[in-house]
Every structure is written in C-alpha cells, then in structure tokens.
C-alpha cells in the first residue's frame, strides 16, 4: 500500500506511544475520555428541566427591544400614596 498505513507502522506507532506516556497515564487519558462521552451522551439524551425552558423564555425575551424597556419590566410598577 502506497498511501494507507500498514498494520507494522501502527505497531510501531503504538509502542512510541506507549513508550513517552506510560501505560499508567493512558489509562487515566482513556478513563476521563470516557466519562466525558459518557456525560455528553446523557446529557443529550435528558430532556430539558423547568429552570433551563424559563431561562431560554427570558432569554428570548430579553433579546427584543431596548434597554430602557427591559428595564421597565424588572422594576415593580410605582404607585402615589
């Protein structure tokens, strides 16, 4: 094969590696990639809770009109008495 990669050139690589890094350290290296896929994956598969749908309904809010008006809205409304 010209252009692919034999299997005796990934067996090289593969001990070169094992080689500066040690297998102790590739170990954790593949353990914390793992976890993160894992929690990627749960996370995209949960369904967004309460606090996330009211935080994207006042962001979409928030992103129309001026300062002035959102502003407005915060504050309580005054009253004379």
């Known amino acids: 094969m010209l252009g692919g990669i034999s299997l005796w050139q990934l067996a090289i690589l593969l001990v070169i590696v094992v080689l500066l890094f040690g297998t102790k350290k590739l170990r954790n290296i593949g353990g914390d990639l793992g976890g993160a896929v894992k929690g990627f994956k749960k996370a ?10 009211k935080i994207e309904a006042d962001a979409d809010f928030s992103d129309t009109g001026s300062a002035e008006a959102k502003e407005q809205t915060k504050e309580e409304p005054k009253t004379d008495k």
């Open 44 to 53: 995209m598969n949960e369904e967004p809770k309460e606090e996330d749908k």
